[in-house]
């Protein structure tokens, strides 16, 4: 039995039972899903043509492309992020940026791609709870880049996911960022 007792293993054991949630849902209804993401666009709080970082799906996350597509025809500007070191960059991500193989089953815009700041992080995750708070895979990639992007402002945080990856709470750790937002399947909710 794993110990529970520190937020880290708590962490732990609600991201495998959320990720195996997640796993089991039909390929078809992942990717109808997917799709309703489009109908919530128009709800999200994003600035005139902020710089919008969103994420390439792997193995059976919610898929952002569609969405991304209608925030490009809306005149955002859009990136990846890509894996630099020990963290994340983010590069432009344009129709015909050239995308090569990242760890993970990822694809990310190559070094011709500008690197960019994002207004805005669309961010996979594995569970959230309905106080902002996320379960994110373990490293804190993502923490850690939206520590240095506050550095020179703020960043819009929104979790991308189905609505059945909420869970009662997540435990938060100090070095935890939280989200301004969700947006899964039935639409968008902000927090605090």
Known sequence: MSDVSTPGAAKAGLRKEV????????????????????????SLPLPDGAVVAGFWPIRDEIDPRPLLDLLRQKGHKLSLPVMSGPGLIFRHLERDTELVEAGFGCREP?????????????????????????IGYGRAFYDTAISALERSGPVLCIGVAFSLQEVDRVPAEAHDKPLN????????????
């Not at 990720?19 to 128009?42: N, P, T, W, Y």
């Not at 937002?181 to 605090?192: D, K, N």
């Open 110 to 134: 190559s070094e011709a791609a500008e690197e960019v700041r994002p207004d805005v992080l669309l961010m996979p995750l594995a569970g959230f709870d309905s106080a902002g708070n996320r």
């Open 19 to 42: 990720l195996a949630r997640r796993r089991s849902m039909d390929e078809l209804e992942r990717i109808e899903k997917s799709l309703q993401l489009v109908d919530h666009g128009h």
């Open 181 to 192: 937002g969700i947006l899964t399947e039935h639409g968008y909710r902000p927090f605090g």
